[in-house]
């Protein structure tokens, strides 16, 4: 068993900042309890449901933006900490979603990433203009203080916690990538339930878990010390490890589910509209001509010995016309 | 020949087989005469109807005769439509002989004024001028064909394979009246005589064939196709061997022609209709599909997608699988395709649920093909529409499977760095070497500072054998390395091409003085 390295000092400095910020970060306990609570088909109160699915959404319009997952952290941070402290309908909330998006694009990204808001409304299909944004934006920055400078998130001690790994096991563990841990934070950060973890608290057990896969004891041990530098309970830890667990359980299940794409709205060109529409369908208006199993000869060559063939199909029905070939509708209609 | 005019040159012909010269007055009407004295009558009148008249050269000549012929045929037409029992034995020569003289003729080569090829999707037709005529010859016919007293048994001696031959010549016809005759007069004629159908099918085959493979003309391949439908949709289970060569030998080819916009709806329609009775087909289908793939005709394109989102509505799942591969990668690349149309037709493919629960059963196939191409087009397609028909099938693939989606996304962007870093690994070799290049002593005499980009003189001492194998070397490596690297944006420099002159064009041009100047002027201006 390999000794662990110290962290460095400065490294810990910094952990041990950033917990002491993380508390004023949190979303308030009890908006989270109403949240949980209000039942999901509700018209008045914004549900956990209801609340996960904008966070869904905000994760598609930040991946096709080409947005960082800093920006969604943030971006989801704001959201939860303005639901928890005012009471919203549900129809304002897909238009406070993407004003959070845009607030946090703002802070983090650099300015010829960042798309206009015309833009991110479009194409959400949002219903609200740009000037309905400006003026939510108002209110965020009013109700959450502002200047808002970058929240401490879990992302956050992702970071720290890895650099911190990799100067524990002196980079002779292998461990997984940050890519893989983000992805792993955003499938968490789409349930409310892990909004009521602290920060610090969350990203070491998503850690841990990941790690617990690779069955390695000096990654726990690593874990251990930056538990106890941190003064993470046992208790606290031992939850939120089990919560990330059932959530990347699922998340790794590689099921599909069909997607439902009624919601989705499809704008096509005029040009496109009228192709589709005169496809349509040509309903051919010939009738159908039945093959039988007795008529016509396999080969070719008894083409001309058709005569010795028809014999025996003398007696075969519809040579009259009134047989199976045509409906009788249809012959009526060819009288006049 | 009896004329009606005294001029020799007009067009009016006898039929060679008409007993009995043409009479000069018009018949009595089938009311005026007892039923027994009706078929005689009946035959006069078709043996009448054989004499052909001028539209064309001279459209007012014979105008009451012409007049008598239309009224006689309007008249035979109601006279076998509301009556039984007047379609004997000796009726059906005369019917079939007058049919034939009065359509089987050849028809004119195509008017275009500018003696170009007749194109069907541009060019207006050239309709018929004997039309009034002959549209009631066809209703005649058709009549005749499915008149409840029409015995198969007893006209099949004159409605033979050289008739039919001749009846499939005429489809080429401009007049689009006409091919819509002939598409329902073959139909019921299919239909009735049993012993005709191989021949038909045959004779149809090598129409396709000559179309496809030699002339790429024929006016008639959307009416023969439909009358193709409806003989496919009655196909007997299992499908004979011989509609299955018909499918892969000659309706998949017909994909190949430029004109395909002509009866692309019909084609559609009969290849579908194969897929419904047999879905084995489908593989070869959908790989001939792809193989056919245009790659420089935008609207063929689309046509394309029509037929294959078609395709796709009734595919069966186990058959999907074995063409998903190829298939998604053609549709990867019309999704990025810079024409918007194309992007837009393959995008509405999300739309379709049938396709969506098919690709979210193969997701894990699917999605590493399609996201490079969605993703990369997000935000750099020129067409806004595209973006948001864009997002919609990103949030689908999201929905699907997170797991998968990320894995992609993390793949897409982990390809991109790796790029970025090779090429400008390349960049810095470049300039590696130019550094190399300026600190060599003889730079400064080598270089021509007046023009950098004047082409060296040649050393008229041979280069060493060492040399030239470096020098072929380094440009081996460097051809392989070309291949292998995407090649970074630059901008394209056209060059002329220098052509060859030629003497004789020359020396003509040099001595050609014109007129003008030989000519003096007289007015001392």
Redesign the interface.
Known sequence: MKDLQSVDSLLLKELKLCCAKESSFLPRDSGLRILEAAPAENHNAVSAKCRDANV?EL??LT????YSAQTFVQAVNMLDRFLTIMKVQPKHLPCIGVCCLHMAAKMVEEEHVLSPTRELI??S?SKFTVSDLGRMEKIISEKLGSPEPQAVTALTFLHLYRSAFEALTAGREELPSI??LE?QL??CTCRLVFSKAKPSVLALSLLAQELNALQSTTAMKAVQQLQKHLKISEGELLHWREQVGRCMAQ??S????????KK??????R??AQ??QA?RF?V??????????W????S?D??ED?SC??DS??G?P?????GA??PSTF?ST??? | MLTCNKTADRMVVDAPNSNGPFQPVALMHFRDVAPAEQEKLFIQKLRQCCVLFDFLSDPLSDLKWKEVKRAALSEMVEYITHNRNVITEPIYPEVVHMFAVNMFRTLPPSSNPTGAEFDPEEDEPTLEAAWPHLQLVYEFFLRFLESPDFQPNVAKKYIDQKFVMQLLDLFDSEDPRERDFLKTTLHRIYGKFLGLRAYIRKHINNIFYRFIYETEHHNGIAELLEILGSIINGFALPLKEEHKIFLLKVLLPLHKVKSLSVYHPQLAYCVVQFLEKDSTLTEPVVMALLKYWPKTHSPKEVMFLNELEEILDVIEPSEFVKVQEPLFRQLAKCVSSPHFQVAERALYYWNNEYIMSLISDNAAKILPIMFPALYRNSKTHWNKTIHGLIYNALKLFMEMNQKLFDDCTQQFRAEKNKEKAKSKEREEAWVRIENLAKSNPQFLVCVDSSDLNSPVAMETDVPSIEDVQRLRKTVEEGATQLQRDQRKERPLVRRKSELPQDIHTTKALDSHRRGEDMLTTHDGL
Not at chain 1, 63 to 66: D, E, H
């Open positions: 869904e994760w598609g991946s096709f933006f080409g479009r194409i299909h890519g893989t992805a955003k499938a998340y790794y590689g099921e599909c589910t069909k997607p439902d794409n989705l709205v499809w704008i096509v060109s040009r496109t192709n589709l496809n040509c051919p208006g010939l009738p159908t001509i039945p093959e039988g199993n008529d016509e000869s396999e070719e008894s083409c058709m063939e028809e199909l003398c075969s519809g040579s009259d016309g009134g070939y045509f012959r060819c009288r006049e």
